[in-house]
């Protein structure tokens, strides 16, 4: 991968991750305060459905293989885009973070 290429692929995260961080670390710590009072008090719902749309919206479609095969190395193309948004809603709701 070229020098071009790892500046697209670290723009593409950094324009992601800004959007996204503010509602994952909301959705984290509702997680966790649940957890540690042993019942749903904190909003997951909005939150969840929030971080799971801005991950559908991270369109890997525009990386190059390398620039995929970055992130597959680095372990965390899974947690990106639409695979990302399924890890996510299975493992909260699997995990009964959350209940309907």
Known sequence: ??????????????GFH?????EMN???????NNARQGNAT???KEHLDEVSDMLRNWDTTELSILQI????HLEVYP???RHGAKWL????KDARFWTY
């Open 18 to 22: 800004s959007e996204t961080n503010s």
């Open 26 to 32: 909301t959705l984290r710590s509702n997680l966790t």
């Open 69 to 72: 095969a970055t992130l597959k």
């Open 42 to 44: 904190q909003p997951v």
């Open 79 to 81: 947690y990106l885009g």
């Open 89 to 92: 809603n299975t493992t909260v």
């Open 1 to 14: 991968m070229d020098a071009r290429e790892v500046v697209r692929l670290s723009e593409w995260m950094t």
